[in-house]
C-alpha cells in the first residue's frame, strides 16, 4: 500500500486512496467510475506517465494541457479511451433509485464513444480527467511529491482536482 509522505498536506493524502467506485457528474450526465485492473493500469502509467504529470502538474493552463495532448498519436488516443471505457458506467436516468439495480448503469463502449460525446469535446476532457484522478493521482502524486516539481502542487489543487466540474485552483507561487 502506497503512503504519503510525512509533509504531505492531509487534502492531498485523502486524494491517494480511492474508493473502488464513485460516481461523477460531468456536464449533467452522471458516471460511475470504476479502478482499472492493475495490469491495465500498469500499461496506461507506461504509455502515458509523462503526459500524465505534465496535465497535472499545469492543470489550468489550457496551453500547457494543450501542447501535453498534442503529442500523443492517434492510436494512442484510441487506446486511452478505450481503457477508460472498461471503467466508465453511464446512468439510465436521472432518478436511479427508481430503476432496479441491474439496469440502472450501461457501460460505456468504445463502440459508443463517438455517439455519446458528440459534440461535446470539453466534456470528453472532463471526463478523461476525472478517470485520470480516480485512477492515478494517489501514484502521479507520490511520484511528483519526490520531485522538485511537486512543489507546484498546493492543498487548493487538491479539490480543484477532486471533480473535473470544478474550476482548477491556480497556484500562487
Excluded at 502521479?140 to 487548493?156: N, R
Aim: proline share 8%.
Amino acid at each position: 500500500m502506497t503512503t504519503a509522505p510525512d509533509d504531505m498536506p492531509p487534502e492531498l493524502e485523502a486524494l491517494m486512496h480511492p474508493p473502488v467506485q464513485r460516481e461523477e457528474t460531468i456536464d449533467g450526465t452522471r458516471y460511475r467510475l470504476t479502478l482499472l485492473p492493475p495490469k491495465r493500469g500498469l500499461y496506461v502509467i507506461r504509455r502515458f506517465g509523462v503526459t500524465f504529470g505534465t496535465l497535472m502538474l499545469h492543470y489550468g493552463d489550457l496551453t500547457k494541457v494543450g501542447a501535453a495532448f498534442a503529442t500523443m498519436r492517434d492510436e494512442d488516443v484510441d487506446y486511452l479511451c478505450a481503457a477508460y471505457c472498461e471503467c466508465t458506467e453511464i446512468a439510465n436516468g436521472p432518478d436511479l433509485d427508481k430503476i432496479p439495480e441491474a439496469l440502472r448503469w450501461t457501460r460505456l463502449t468504445p463502440e459508443h464513444f463517438d455517439s455519446h460525446f458528440r459534440g461535446r469535446l470539453l466534456s470528453v476532457f472532463k471526463w478523461l480527467a476525472a478517470v485520470t484522478i480516480h485512477n492515478f493521482f494517489g501514484f502521479l502524486l507520490v511520484t511528483l511529491h519526490e520531485s522538485s516539481a511537486a512543489q507546484q502542487l498546493t492543498p487548493g489543487m487538491a479539490s480543484s482536482l477532486r471533480s473535473p466540474k470544478t474550476p482548477p485552483v491556480k497556484s500562487k507561487r
